[in-house]
């Protein structure tokens, strides 16, 4: 069996490759549609809210949501001397997007391109976006091991990565992703910052019964086995779905729900241990 | 953009390389996690449960979830003089399973393997298995235009595929995904069976009231609007998320739940396409 091993730089050592960036976040997960980019997005949202100047570089290029869930669908980048500007969400321009989404013509097009060509685009969206300075960047990136996971991962041992955070359902099949892709950060000497169990529980908006309806539990198991941080459990919220459909900002329209409060911890649980 | 496209080899021009099999259907989707894997199963005991002699093959290299869901994790595959022996859930050999799951030895390992070697894995998949007669054969794809995605069509131009079934959750940013598999589909000449939407309408069971948590109808516009059959919608349901953790047969099991009747129908809706 060909297992794909592969150091990442670490300390002093590596090259930071983006300038003005302080800190480094990729979300992961070892499946798709677990929510990864619901989350990242969010989490941008709440470091937003928190008085921060973040960027969101999305490399899924089998998918790329971002756009949409951020409410920029059918914005271009451009060019300056610096690079490419990345797209911004508001004047003050403390929200900065670069997307793969920002570069297709056409919503209908599938992007379909073989590894080499996607390497090479990974490579400029790390080198070549002047994103001025940033208190945190958050990386969302490909689900899984699949090629595209593998091509980011690689590419991304030139930058210094402070850590991973690693998103699952609660139900045992994504978990198991989800345990093979700590395997992968381990070997990969990437530190994980902590696991987040997404979609855990939905409250019935009538008789506000509470049903786990994909499980429940499955990543708490998961972060105490492997001995990692636990960073929090966001409920099932037909609200964040819908922000997720028209690009609102659900941390803020929805400030006070559980959902919201969820993200907000979980942040702050990113930053604890990021400083441990 | 480098957009890379094929024909499927058609008709009577095409070399049937898997001998003994009637009927081959793949179920494709735009993104990971709309519940690809489960329509897969579910799908294939609904044909058992008609009295049809079924495979499936597991595709899906990036995370093979399909010997769990059909509860034969820890199963090994045997080789004999006609090839690799499936894996059968009941003694009559009513359903046989073939999947990478099997040939990991450890649940905790990535599947980390470059292009080639799953290129190479995926031909011995279509050409060195001993189906024996199976009536249909149902394919899980790995999701999306990912690098395995074209890796597994490019294959499959050798196999007379009678169509592909989309699988999509009802949100615009799961459904914009299968718009491009539509696309992908189309370039192809791939017929397409129909389109399933997943995860649709959730009822309360403390007081039946219905909440659209992941929007509604998103497939069937998509249906309408690519001139392609809408199978049916599948409703979610608690019991169906349980029985894919346990790898229990749910159509069976819940035959008279509206999401078993949801799988039957879309069944009939397949036959019904394959025949025109």
Same mark, same amino acid.
């Given at each position: 069996?060909?297992?794909?091993?592969?150091?990442?730089?670490?300390?002093?050592?590596?090259?930071?490759?983006?300038?003005?960036?302080?800190?480094?976040?990729?979300?992961?997960?070892?499946?798709?549609?677990?929510?990864?980019?619901?989350?990242?997005?969010?989490?941008?949202?709440?470091?937003?809210?928190?008085?921060?100047? =973040?960027? $969101?570089?999305?490399?899924? *290029?089998?998918?790329?949501?971002?756009?949409?869930?951020? @409410?920029? +669908?059918?914005?271009? !980048?451009?060019?300056?001397?610096?690079?490419?500007?990345?797209?911004?969400?508001?004047?003050?321009?403390?929200?900065?997007?670069?997307?793969?989404?920002?570069?297709?013509?056409?919503?209908?097009?599938?992007?379909?391109?073989?590894?080499?060509?996607?390497?090479?685009?990974?490579?400029?969206?790390?080198?070549?976006?002047?994103?001025?300075?940033?208190?945190?960047?958050?990386?969302?990136?490909?689900?899984?091991?699949?090629?595209?996971?593998?091509?980011?991962?690689?590419?991304?041992?030139? =930058?210094? $990565?402070?850590?991973?955070? *690693?998103?699952?359902?609660?139900?045992?099949?994504?978990? @198991?992703? +989800?345990?093979?892709? !700590?395997?992968?950060?381990?070997?990969?000497?990437?530190?994980?910052?902590?696991?987040?169990?997404?979609?855990?529980?939905?409250?019935?908006?009538?008789?506000?019964?509470?049903?786990?309806?994909?499980?429940?539990?499955?990543?708490?198991?998961?972060?105490?086995?492997?001995?990692?941080?636990?960073?929090?459990?966001?409920?099932?919220?037909?609200?964040?779905?819908?922000?997720?459909?028209?690009?609102?900002?659900?941390?803020?329209?929805?400030?006070?729900?559980?959902?919201?409060?969820?993200?907000?911890?979980?942040?702050?649980?990113?930053?604890?241990?990021?400083?441990?």
């Amino acid at each position: 069996m060909c297992l794909l091993l592969f150091q990442m730089d670490e300390g002093d050592s590596s090259v930071h490759i983006l300038p003005g960036v302080k800190r480094i976040i990729l979300v992961l997960s070892g499946k798709g549609g677990v929510g990864k980019s619901t989350v990242a997005t969010q989490l941008s949202f709440a470091y937003q809210q928190a008085g921060l100047r =973040v960027g $969101v570089l999305d490399l899924d *290029l089998c998918g790329p949501s971002i756009p949409k869930m951020l @409410g920029l +669908v059918g914005k271009g !980048v451009h060019q300056c001397d610096a690079g490419w500007l990345p797209v911004f969400t508001d004047e003050s321009q403390t929200l900065g997007v670069m997307s793969i989404g920002f570069l297709l013509n056409n919503d209908n097009e599938a992007v379909v391109w073989r590894g080499p060509k996607k390497n090479a685009m990974i490579k400029q969206f790390l080198t070549d976006v002047s994103w001025k300075d940033r208190d945190v960047l958050v990386i969302d990136t490909p689900p899984g091991t699949s090629d595209e996971h593998i091509t980011v991962m690689e590419n991304l041992r030139q =930058v210094k $990565v402070d850590g991973a955070v *690693l998103v699952t359902t609660p139900q045992a099949v994504a978990v @198991g992703d +989800v345990r093979r892709e !700590v395997t992968f950060c381990k070997k990969a000497k990437l530190k994980i910052l902590g696991i987040v169990e997404n979609m855990r529980g939905f409250v019935c908006p009538n008789c506000k019964d509470c049903t786990n309806i994909f499980s429940k539990g499955g990543g708490e198991a998961l972060a105490q086995h492997a001995n990692v941080s636990f960073l929090g459990a966001v409920p099932i919220d037909p609200n964040l779905a819908m922000a997720a459909e028209k690009g609102e900002n659900f941390v803020q329209t929805f400030t006070s729900s559980p959902a919201a409060e969820a993200f907000h911890s979980i942040m702050r649980g990113i930053d604890s241990s990021v400083s441990h």
